[in-house]
């Protein structure tokens, strides 16, 4: 992401404002140190740079711009009629979705107790 965005010549904190996000929450991702970091964030700032990538010059561009674009498209969110999260494409597991969408409907005080009791049984099981 971080080639990307200095291929892109822009700061962290534009991607940040384009993405809905802290410029923390970039730097975190950028420097890989993102490990409780939602996917949400994850996906919203991939989607900012894909929006700038597609206000470059194509030919301008190096071949990250095709793999942004790929990855785009894989990983677009599914919205219901209402706009609301549904799922992700690319969690193919039924189950997985469906966690997915139980933690997004928790508040968010109890999602941090959800994360560490499925740490614990993780953790238990292997």
């Known amino acids: 992401m971080r080639r990307i965005r200095e291929a ?8 940040a ?8 929450a970039v ?9 409780l970091t939602p996917l949400i964030v994850v996906l919203k700032i991939t989607l900012a ?13 190096s071949p990250e711009r095709n793999i942004l674009r790929a ?7 599914n ?3 209402k706009g609301e999260f549904r799922s992700f494409p690319v969690l193919a597991d039924p ?3 469906e966690l ?9 005080r109890q999602k941090t107790l959800l994360v560490d009791v499925l740490s614990a049984v993780a953790a238990a099981l292997s």
């Open 79 to 81: 919205l219901d009629e």
């Open 27 to 35: 730097s975190r991702l950028e420097g890989g140190r993102a490990l």
């Open 8 to 15: 892109l010549g822009v700061s962290q904190e534009q991607v």
């Open 49 to 61: 740079l894909k929006r700038a990538v597609e206000e470059k010059d194509a030919a301008s561009m």
């Open 71 to 77: 990855t785009h498209e894989r990983i677009q969110p």
């Open 100 to 108: 997915v969408r139980l933690f997004h409907a928790m508040p968010s």
């Open 95 to 97: 189950q997985l979705e």
């Open 17 to 24: 404002r384009l993405a809905g996000v802290s410029q923390g």
